[in-house]
Structures are given as C-alpha cells and as structure tokens.
C-alpha cells in the first residue's frame, strides 16, 4: 500500500489535472455553474427542515444548524461513491492508452468531494453566527475528524470503482443503499432519538461516529469521545489496505473489461 502510495505522489501533477478536470465538468453547461455545490445542500436543507421540523415535529433547538451540519458532512461520502463507482468507465479512454496508477481516478474524486465540502463550510459558520451557536477548542479537532473520513470514504470509493467494471449494475444499487445508510446515519434525528432496542444496528455504522463527531465540534462545542472515533480510524486504514488490494487485483484486467 506505501508503495502505491509513493507512486500516487509520483502523480501528482496528474491528480490535481483529474481533480480540477472534474470541478470543471461537474456543472458544466448549467446556468448557476459552480453555485451548485452551494445551492444542493441549501435546497436539501429547506426540504428536510420542512419536512422534519414542521411535519414529523421533531422538537430541537436550532435544529436547522444541526440539520445543516449533517447534510453537507453526508454529501461527502454520498457524492464521492456515488460518483466514483463509475469513475474508471468514465476514463476508459485514459485507462486503455497511458500507464499511470489508476487508484488516482477514485482518489481524485474524493478530493473534489471534499473541495466542495470546504465551500460549503462557507455557509455552515455563517449559519452558526446567526444562530448565536458558540465554537470553541473542539474545533482544532475539525482535521482529524476530516482525515479519518477522508481514509474511510476513498477506502469505500476504491472498492466499488473497481468492482462496478465488472458488475455494472453496481452503480443502481448503490443509490439504494447510500439512500438506506442515510436514515442508518444521525443527521435528521440524534442519538438519543435512536430506540434502545435497535441502537446496537447504528452503532455498527462508522459514518453515525464521524457525523457525530462534525456535530460535537460544530454543534455542542465539545470535544468528540476519542474511544470510537481512534476505533472508526483503525477500521478507516484496515478498509483502506483492503480496498488497494482489491483495486490492484482487479485493474489488472479494467482494459479487456471497459
């Protein structure tokens, strides 16, 4: 995995072209462009507050700032696997002809969904201010946190970009199940919502752990618990070496397949 590592850096250039190439083309040809990394999690936000504040009820003080916080730290992972499962396909033409470390495709995915979770950062704190929410220590957290999901996300991306050169269908499922891990995830509800009976299914989910890290920080101003947040961060790097593995096995053959 170091090895592969070092070569991804050797490629660097390449990666930040693939990254800028895909800001680029993402909103290309659409009236509001760019604005469209702003705009998606405003509009989901309007939504949800709607539905879940003012229909399902649920009582929350400055539930749009904690709804906000969930939302643009889920479309991360959501935007990243989404998107990076057809990565390799997209790029066929680049895979066929050129040698280069093909995990640079999923990874430059990644770095474009966090590129826009940091513009969406721009609202989040104006939002907080106007919501007199208070941020503190906890914050010098923030890299840490974004790290761990960082090594966790592109882990995710690197297996399912690969597999879906072989299982097309992939790429439809995937929707389902990212719909699924959603609602598995505490961004509409909290913790303490979750009954008992059925806590032990979310905590099972290593994005419930990272979200709720984003809110402590963002949200309660304090410092997140460090038990399973060290453990999301040991299962991160385990997943990380399997997903190299599985994308080294597979991209032997991604030129024959695509």
């Excluded at 009582?59 to 904690?66: E, K, L, P």
């Excluded at 479309?75 to 470390?101: D, E, W």
Aim: net charge positive; aromatic share 18%; no cysteine.
């Amino acid at each position: 995995m170091f090895k592969k590592i070092r070569e991804i850096y050797q490629y660097r250039q390449m990666l930040e072209s693939l990254v800028l190439t895909d800001l680029r083309t993402r909103y290309k040809g659409s009236f509001f462009g760019f604005l469209w990394t702003l705009l998606n999690p405003l509009l989901m936000l309007l939504v949800y507050s709607i539905v879940f504040k003012f229909i399902v009820r649920i009582d929350m003080d400055n539930y749009t700032s904690y709804l906000f916080i969930g939302l643009i730290s889920w479309f991360l992972i959501n935007q990243a696997v989404l998107s990076g499962t057809g990565v390799v396909i997209r790029n066929a033409g680049l895979v066929k002809k050129i040698y280069f470390p093909k995990e640079i495709l999923p990874l430059s995915v990644v770095i474009g969904g966090v590129i826009n979770y940091f513009f969406s950062l721009l609202i989040l704190f104006p939002i907080l201010f106007f919501n007199k929410i208070q941020l503190g220590l906890p914050l010098l957290l923030f890299p840490i946190i974004l790290l761990v999901y960082f090594l966790f996300t592109f882990a995710i991306t690197l297996i399912v970009s690969s597999l879906n050169v072989y299982f097309r269908d992939l790429e439809h499922i995937l929707g389902i199940i990212m719909m699924v891990w959603f609602y598995l995830t505490p961004i509409v509800f909290t913790s303490s919502m979750i009954p008992k009976e059925i806590k032990y299914i979310f905590d099972y989910n290593p994005v419930k752990v990272i979200i709720e890290g984003f809110h402590d920080i963002f949200f309660y101003n304090k410092f997140p618990d460090a038990g399973p947040l060290i453990t999301v961060a040991i299962v991160a790097l385990l997943m990380l070496y399997f997903g190299f593995f599985i994308f080294k096995k597979l991209s032997r053959n991604f030129a024959e397949e695509i």
